[in-house]
Antibody, heavy 122, light 107 residues
């Protein structure tokens, strides 16, 4: 069964850091791009970042560029997002998601984790 | 950035109804559009990719159409499990962007 399991969420102070992890199973991890998408309380979906299957290409939303870093360890089937200089507006449920059919971010995210909650307090 | 606008923001419908949701991009995105369904407290689920391709395992009552700037998601014969929020997402260029969502509610 294809699965994604996020971890690392929690309560952090304004300006603090957090690293989220997403462990994948059930598919050839390195063959697919991975993404992070977040959802603030009561709000819609916001794409955060994507990384290619080999890790050589990364993409970021303007709202997190320079503060967040996406990475992956294909030997551990895990994708990460390092979040620094956290702000109140980063408070959200963070989902990791698998690209549907390509090692590059392409045309849709077909498998999603259950999400991990990040709360930034002031 | 490409802005995605969905309409309506919410729709009330009955079981068996046909529902159409529209998504408009403020610039052409060819067919680089996906549709997702999200139920409260759950992760989104991919329904449609490449504007009109049905994701494996998704019921055939869901269909997508359009290209360029105007797209539709149609649910024929709405079922109880279809009451949810639906989002479009453009994958034409980064940053990827989502529509604001359309909530399908029970009439």
């Amino acid at each position: 069964e294809v699965q994604l399991l996020e971890s690392g969420g929690g309560l952090v102070q304004y300006g603090g850091s957090l690293r989220l992890s997403c462990a994948a199973s059930g598919f050839t991890f390195s063959s697919f791009a991975m993404s992070w998408v977040r959802q603030a309380p009561g709000k819609g979906l916001e794409w955060v970042s994507s990384i290619s299957g080999g890790g050589g290409s990364t993409y970021y939303a303007d709202s997190v560029k320079g503060r967040f870093t996406i990475s992956r360890d294909n030997s551990k089937n895990t994708v990460y997002v390092q979040m620094n200089s956290l702000r109140a507006e980063d408070t959200a449920v963070y989902y990791c998601a698998k690209e549907r059919g390509s090692p590059e971010p392409f045309d849709g995210m077909d498998v999603w984790g259950q999400g991990t909650t990040v709360t930034v307090s002031s | 950035d490409i802005q995605m606008t969905q309409s309506p923001s919410s729709v009330s419908a009955s079981v068996g109804d046909r529902v159409t949701i529209t998504c408009r991009a403020n610039q052409g995105i060819s067919s680089w559009l996906a549709w997702y369904q999200q139920k409260p407290g759950k992760a989104p689920k991919l329904l449609i990719y490449a504007a009109s391709s049905l994701q494996s395992g998704v019921p055939s009552r869901f269909s997508g159409g359009g290209s360029g700037t105007d797209f539709t998601l149609t649910i024929t014969s709405l079922q109880p499990e279809d009451f949810a929020t639906y989002y479009c997402q453009q994958a034409n260029s980064f940053p990827w962007t989502f529509g604001q969502g359309t909530k399908v509610e029970i009439k």
